[in-house]
């Protein structure tokens, strides 16, 4: 039986805004970014700062799809130096859901305009082309499914599939009780479930309206779910490896393959 190879990269775990410093070494300060690929069929997840560390073989086929979750800034930061957007010839399909009346070309452009950036995605070197999000299509040999989330502004949460793999990435979503049910079906079978869990247990009251997770709640869904490895993503930029380490602990316990995302982790299916 021919075996296939897929896979994902995490480039970058952290939300809100970039960090850096000693004190975030291990889990990294890029922040949301990560590239899936079966059999060679390179995908992108989000443009945040994590997309400056995309690897040069992401960049050898004739295109490379990016599918953006939504437009929040720490989300696209990522994408106006990144090497696939300097690369001259690259086809980047930019795959996005419309919000608050604009289009990801319009979201893009709106980044990148003075007086906050010197130039529009126009000026780049690669062959930019914009798509709207649909529901459900099909690239390579991977089948992609997106999901609306409960997020500020709105979020497309993605499934992809592929060789029998499922992963479903899950960032800046609040698991409220009446998405958990869509999401549970949506997610139902995946090998790995990437998700948003931003805050403490104990912060969730005062930061409930904010778009984000609490990492136990999420942890306890996919447990209850019987989701097999989850890797928690978006970690708070005030959250430091000690902090992470110490509630790792407790998330490892909960389920066999649960952890927190590190950046550069290479988690293979």
């Known amino acids: 039986m021919e075996k296939h190879s897929v896979k994902i990269t995490v480039l970058g775990a952290r939300g809100s805004v970039p960090v850096s ?40 086929a004739p295109s490379l799809p990016v599918l953006l979750t939504h437009a929040h800034v720490d989300h696209l930061l990522g994408f106006p130096l990144s090497p696939c957007a300097m690369r001259k010839g690259l ?28 130039v529009g995605p126009g000026a780049l070197p690669a062959n930019i082309r914009f798509h709207e ?71 969730w009251e005062e930061r409930s309206g904010f778009g984000h997770s609490s990492w136990k709640y999420v942890a306890d869904f996919a447990k209850s779910e019987g989701v097999p490895m989850v890797r928690i993503i978006h970690h708070d930029p005030f959250r430091t490896d ?19 995302a590190k950046e550069g982790e290479v988690i293979e299916l």
């Open 242 to 260: 000690d902090e992470l380490d110490k509630e790792a602990e407790e998330l490892r316990a909960m389920g066999h393959d649960f952890d927190f």
């Open 133 to 203: 999000l649909p529901h459900n299509m099909r690239i390579g040999d991977v089948d992609v499914g997106s999901m609306e989330g409960s997020h500020p502004g709105g979020v497309s949460l993605l499934r992809l599939d592929a060789f029998g793999k499922r992963v479903v990435f899950a960032t800046d979503c609040t698991l409220e009780e009446r998405l958990s049910s869509k999401l549970a079906e949506f997610a139902r079978g995946c090998d790995l479930l990437l998700i948003d869990g931003q805050y403490l247990y104990e912060e």
């Open 21 to 60: 410093g000693s004190s975030f070494s291990r889990y990294g300060g890029a922040t949301t970014c990560a590239l899936f690929c079966a059999d060679g069929q390179y995908i992108v997840l989000d443009a945040g700062t994590g997309l400056m560390a995309l690897p040069e073989e992401a960049m050898l």
């Open 91 to 118: 086809a980047l399909d930019i795959y996005g859901a419309t919000r608050d009346g604009l289009d990801v070309r319009a979201q893009l452009e709106t980044l990148m305009k003075p007086p906050l950036w010197p």
